[in-house]
């Protein structure tokens, strides 16, 4: 799938009210996570909101004030027991139980998370994902992102993980195949395993990480080089925020959902 890297036309209408969880802790690329956010999202009229759990007990928002809610990515791994991620794990639950018709959008460790808070299992992979790589459209993927070009059947998107999930959580059903995307059988909760909101300035930010999990020598010229050009391949993030924009304004099936 090719989009052109042009601005998003404004599809909903109010602007959403976007509130971003960035569950990274002590990281010090925190800023730029954020910031990355900022520019995918800077063309588009919605009003975005961030808050840091990893960072402050208390930094969570008040579902009743937001349209969407983003669980973001992080830098722990999501089957731990840290104080912090159990805050997290019970505000995803809470907004679920207390506001069944909250639009919820996980990304990265939010997929992660969510899948295994519903059942699915997270697993650590054989080897991980940096740059821009391509994932198929299932059927019900398709139909989800039905209306842009996607002759190909493919998503691009920027990877950064080592963890995947390996068992589909319940009341789910899967968009991209290899679990890299659901939808809840009740239209509330979407999840990624790929980065929309990242782009190739804030994927490069974390290049060094290629040494801790591929042992990849950073004096390597052409390795380094290789690694650069994956950030830098074109990707769907921005037309999968488009149909996420959406996707948030459609209603919630609270007679069928299953979670």
């Known amino acids: 799938m090719s989009v052109a890297p042009t601005s998003l036309p404004q599809v909903v209408s109010p602007p959403l009210r976007i509130a971003i969880l960035l569950n990274s802790y002590r990281s010090p690329f925190i800023t730029e996570i954020r910031d990355s956010y900022i520019r995918t999202l800077s063309h588009t009229p919605h009003h975005l909101a961030f808050f840091y759990p990893a960072e402050d007990a208390t930094s969570f928002p008040d579902p009743?004030?937001?349209?969407?809610?983003?669980?973001?990515?992080?830098?722990?791994?999501?089957?731990?027991?840290?104080?912090?991620?159990?805050r997290v794990h019970r505000f995803i639950l809470e907004v679920v139980e207390k506001w069944p018709g909250k639009k919820m959008l996980g990304i990265c460790w939010g997929h992660q998370t969510i899948c295994m808070l519903f059942g699915g299992g997270v697993e650590d992979m054989e080897g991980p994902e940096m740059g821009v790589t391509e994932a198929k459209l299932t059927l019900a993927g398709s139909r989800f992102m039905e209306g842009g070009p996607r002759k190909d059947g493919l998503v691009k998107l920027q990877q950064h993980h080592r963890r995947r999930v390996g068992k589909a959580p319940r009341g789910f059903t899967e968009l991209l195949a290899g679990n890299q995307a659901f939808l809840s059988h009740n239209?509330?909760?979407?999840?990624?395993?790929?980065?929309?909101?990242?782009?190739?300035?804030?994927?490069?930010?974390?290049?060094?990480?290629?040494?801790?999990?591929?042992?990849?020598?950073?004096?390597?010229?052409?390795?380094?080089?290789?690694?650069?050009?994956?950030?830098?391949?074109?990707?769907?993030?921005?037309?999968?925020?488009?149909?996420?924009?959406?996707?948030?304004?459609?209603?919630?099936?609270?007679?069928?959902?299953?979670?």
């Open 187 to 259: 239209n509330a909760i979407l999840t990624f395993q790929g980065h929309p909101e990242k782009d190739a300035r804030a994927a490069k930010v974390r290049i060094r990480d290629a040494a801790r999990w591929y042992g990849t020598d950073m004096g390597d010229q052409r390795a380094v080089t290789e690694l650069v050009c994956k950030m830098e391949v074109q990707h769907d993030g921005r037309e999968v925020w488009e149909r996420v924009f959406q996707w948030a304004g459609e209603k919630v099936q609270m007679r069928e959902s299953t979670l």
């Open 64 to 86: 009743a004030l937001f349209d969407l809610i983003v669980i973001g990515g992080g830098n722990a791994d999501p089957r731990k027991r840290h104080p912090w991620i159990l």
